[in-house]
């Protein structure tokens, strides 16, 4: 395999299992869409013309529905001979799931009328690939292989070779070497261009399969967004577990000692005022701690000084609390909306514990600018490299949440290092 990608691609193309794919998606494709054509051209007919009465909706129905069918199959072939993977569109669904209910939906489904337009348009097309496909192949392999079969003609046919000239007095065959030489290079010519002529076709198909084939851009963005909305749901209750967990087991456990304390040292007041004292000043630095972790989880659900000053100073006060030296560049030509403003200092947050704990980083850099309607965020550091977002991992959660917002998160992190972290969110000033 190694051997063969040392070939120029112009040679590889005619042998590779691509082309020989997609040569036999255009050998199928001409009789299913003869097939598809003649059926659904001859029931929607049918079914239109019998509009005037009822009979003409079960069958403009039913035509509808066999054109889905013979889309199911079409995104099947393109999936197997042609890698191109299109999700089947919504399904269709009655409001009261009777006959009556499915056929008017029918009728209403956009996808069923696109699975129609498919059927009439790509018949004609299919002819065309089909013509343009088999005449290269055909002249291209039967010209380049020549030399091989030239001795059929005066064995068999009684001529000395191919005729490309022929009258009452004159005739010309390719006989002579030179002559079969020279056709066995323009073959090798069409042998070599089939390929690039052919994926040309076949990049139509696939223009004709993903837009009317799958789901409408609509649907797709209503799937997108009830993911998003999932992937919020669940952030927002992992947020609060960790709060509540937290809690019970920082400051509700240390104001639990603390009011245990207090206790035993108003029962020792009166007894033994110095062992009092002493536990009082026991109690004064657990107050102490329960505030400080307080003020930690205070700042881990939304920092004050995020919503005082703005993106700035809060991640400069992230970075100063960072084991490793961070140089932060915020430049914004003003604040983002408070929802996307805290998604952006989370996520720099975030990527710096990664930078802590991970990275055996000597520096690091934090930058954020906007370019037209996106935030951009960008954490790099000069560590050991090898993060990626998978499975499992916290940066492909961090992904999850930036993507919930229609965000993007790119990681570079070759082994070795360094390792730079892209954050594309949506601005809305």
């Given at each position: 395999m190694a051997a063969s990608h040392r070939l120029p691609a112009a040679i590889r193309a005619p042998f590779e299992a691509r082309?020989?794919?997609?040569?036999?998606?255009?050998?199928?494709?001409?009789?299913?869409?003869?097939?598809?054509?003649?059926?659904?051209?001859?029931?929607?007919?049918?079914?239109?013309?019998?509009?005037?009465?009822?009979?003409?909706?079960?069958?403009?129905?039913?035509?509808?529905?066999?054109?889905?069918?013979?889309?199911?199959?079409?995104?099947?072939?393109?999936?197997?001979?042609?890698?191109l993977d299109v999700a089947a569109p919504e399904p269709v669904r009655g409001r009261t799931g009777g006959a009556f209910s499915w056929m008017g939906a029918m009728l209403k489904s956009g996808a069923s009328w696109r699975h129609l337009l498919y059927a009439i348009l790509h018949m004609p097309w299919a002819v065309f690939s089909f013509s343009v496909t088999v005449a290269l192949w055909a002249w291209g392999w039967s010209l380049f292989t020549y030399p091989l079969w030239q001795w059929t003609f005066p064995a068999w046919v009684g001529q000395d070779g191919i005729q490309l000239y022929g009258d009452a007095t004159h005739s010309f065959y390719l006989d002579a070497p030179f002559e079969?030489?020279?056709?066995?290079?323009?073959?090798?010519?069409?042998?070599?261009?089939?390929?690039?002529?052919?994926?040309?076709?076949?990049?139509?198909?696939?223009?004709?399969?993903?837009?009317?084939?799958?789901p409408s851009r609509l649907a797709s963005r209503v799937t997108e967004l009830e993911s998003d909305r999932g992937v919020v749901v669940d952030t927002a209750a992992a947020d609060l577990r960790r709060i509540e967990r937290d809690l019970h087991d920082g400051a509700q456990a240390r104001l639990a000692a603390l009011a245990m304390d207090l206790g035993l040292a108003k029962e020792k007041l009166a007894r033994d005022p110095q062992a009092?004292?002493?536990?009082?000043?026991?109690?004064?630095?657990?107050?102490?701690?329960?505030?400080?972790?307080?003020?930690?989880?205070?700042?881990?659900?939304?920092?004050?000084?995020?919503?005082?000053?703005?993106?700035?100073?809060a991640l400069s006060a992230v970075a100063s609390r960072c084991a490793v030296p961070v140089a932060v560049d915020v430049d914004l030509p003003a604040r983002p909306v408070p929802a996307i403003e805290g998604i952006a200092y989370f996520t720099v947050s975030e990527l710096l514990q990664n930078v802590t704990r991970h990275s055996r980083a000597r520096r690091a850099w934090v930058d954020v600018w906007r370019t037209g309607d996106r935030l951009m965020l960008q954490v790099r550091d000069d560590g050991v490299g090898g993060a990626g977002i998978g499975a499992g991992s916290g940066l492909a959660g961090l992904s999850e949440r930036v993507g919930a917002v229609d965000g993007v998160l790119a990681v570079d992190s070759p082994a070795g290092g360094p390792t730079t972290v892209t954050v594309e969110l949506p601005w809305r000033a």
């Open positions: 082309t020989w794919r997609a040569f036999g998606y255009v050998l199928i494709g001409l009789p299913l869409s003869v097939l598809w054509f003649a059926l659904s051209v001859s029931l929607v007919s049918a079914g239109a013309g019998l509009l005037i009465t009822f009979l003409g909706v079960p069958i403009l129905a039913g035509a509808l529905a066999m054109c889905r069918g013979f889309g199911a199959v079409e995104r099947a072939r393109a999936r197997g001979l042609l890698d079969i030489a020279v056709t066995s290079l323009i073959g090798l010519v069409f042998v070599l261009i089939g390929p690039w002529v052919l994926r040309g076709l076949v990049s139509v198909d696939r223009l004709l399969v993903s837009g009317l084939l799958g009092a004292a002493v536990l009082v000043d026991e109690a004064h630095g657990e107050v102490k701690l329960a505030l400080q972790e307080l003020r930690d989880l205070a700042r881990g659900i939304h920092p004050a000084v995020l919503t005082d000053r703005g993106l700035d100073a």
